[in-house]
Structure formats: C-alpha cells, structure tokens
C-alpha cells in the first residue's frame, strides 16, 4: 500500500512525533513508505545480494575490482567494501537523509582497525561525490568501538553505534559525543521473554524500559546524541516509543503500523524526560567493563550480536569467492 501523505495511518502520524527509518536492504520497500534515512548492516545486505533484482550490484563491484591489483583476501575485501558503498549510493538516491554503513563485526575489539575501515568507506563516498554528512558508520558498542568512534567524530565521520542494550553503553557513547545510537529493543525483549516465560507489552516492555530510561538521560543531562530505537518484534513496541529521536523500522511493521488509524500518542518526551529520577554517572573503561558485565543480558546480546554479523559477513565474503 503506498502512503499518502494526507491520511492519518499510525505511520503518518509517528511521522509527526518521530524520525522514521528504513531497516532494510529493499530499494523498493524505501520508495513505498518514504522514510528519512536508512540503515543496512552485513545481515540485510547478505540477504539482498542473493536477490536477483540487486545481484548486479554484486556483480559490478566484482567486474571493477577483479582485474586490479588487489587479489587475494585484499581483494574480497576491496569488493565487499564497494558493494557497501553501491548499495549506500543506491539508497540515498531514494532517501533524503542519511544512510549507515556497517564496518566489519570482526574489528569490534579493535579501535583502530575500526578507524582504519572508517576512512577506506568515507574515501569511498566522497570518491562518487557524497558528502559524509549523510553517512554514518555503524560500530558496535564495545568500549574499543565506542573509542573509534570518539575518533572519528573529532574528524566530523559521524558514527551510529549499534548492539547496543544498556544504559550503561549509552552513556559511554554520549560521553563519547557520537552523533546516534541504536538500542535494540526486540533482542532485549528477546532474552527476558525466553528467560521468564513471560508475555512483555507496552510500558511493561524491558526493551521499550531500556529506550525510555536512555532517552530520558540524554534528554535530562542535556546529550545530543541521537537515540534511535531499533530491532522492533510487534508494532505495539513502536507505539510505545513514540516521540523517540528516530525509530528504524522494518518493512513489514511499516505497513502494519500504514494500514492501521489507530491514535499514536506522544510518549517520549522533554517533560517526561526531565521529570525522571535518573541521575547523572561517570564511566570509564574499568566500570564501563564492570556494569556491562554484570549485566548478563547486555553482556550475552552484545557478543551475539557481534557473533552473528561476523558469520553473515564470512558468507558474504564466501559469496564473493565463488563468483570469482
């Protein structure tokens, strides 16, 4: 169903509270729902290379770099570096915003490895004339890729930290002055649901808690990072986080939260913010260790997370190999 502008779906009407963003790989879903930005990450572009419909962007980058210099692993790496950038370029002829292009998960405990991959996909933007104003580059929020992307801000690469599920990351990403964070609210829905039994809806939510009591800091100590909720399981968790900075959405919750007129009331906001009890914490490496730690969730979604993009990216990589 293609959105018009003048109606009052749930979608029209987050729109109004809420930044809305692609969280997809499909060119396709993106025209329909016209969100602002888009963000892809190894899985999504995995995902979409096998598709026809986008496999000659694969094959491209294969055709431009095989006869070059590079071979070897520099050279599966030189074409997986270039699909990013071609699948990149493509999205942002569609959205007006930004896209967030993910660096390897393999160098989420290596700072400058992560820098390194940083300036190799920034060159490769500005080398097909687009701004780094309307890229971000998408790091884990370990303490060595919150460190990179410190970094990298101070050389404006602005940076969204993903795999992120405790304040705790939060906070080391605000301190950090990173441009936008994205907390993952299904996965922490995830792990209390398959550790309690339990149905969680709404308010009542530990991944709609955990975006709320960030936002909330950000709000109330005055941070200007950006807090995108992600890695939503129902629309209900959507709703719950309306008035948030920006929300990436799915494209099938895009078109539940489209076909529905039901109210979206502002939940997220400065009032409610600054009316929290939160208090203010200092982090550095050891107690950011230490509280991440003893937060088993955060600890156990972290790594897998960082387990999971690393695989997709091998079958990328063993994609790659195949087709030369």
Partial sequence: MTESHSDNSQLSQLKALTTIVADTGDFESMRQYHPQDATTNPSLILKASQQPEYRHLVDQAISELKSGPLSGDALVEGIIDRILILFGKEILNIVPGRVSTETDARLSFDTQGTVA???????LYEKEGISRDR????IASTWEGICAAEILEKEGIHCNLTLLFSLTQAIACADAKVQL???FVGRIYDWFKAKTGEEYTGANDPGVQSVVSIYNYYKKFGHATEVMGASFRNKGQIIALAGCDLLTISPGLLEELQNSSDPVPP???LENANASSVEPLQLDQKSFRYQLNDDAMATEKTAEGIRKFAVD?????DLIKASL
Avoid: D, Q, R
Avoid at 117 to 123: D, P, S, V
Avoid at 135 to 138: M, N
């Fill in 117 to 123: 991959k940083a300036h190799t996909l920034i060159a």
């Fill in 135 to 138: 890229i971000l580059i998408k």
């Fill in 267 to 269: 939940v997220l906001t």
């Fill in 313 to 317: 990216m091998i079958a990328l990589e």
């Fill in 181 to 183: 964070i994205s907390p």
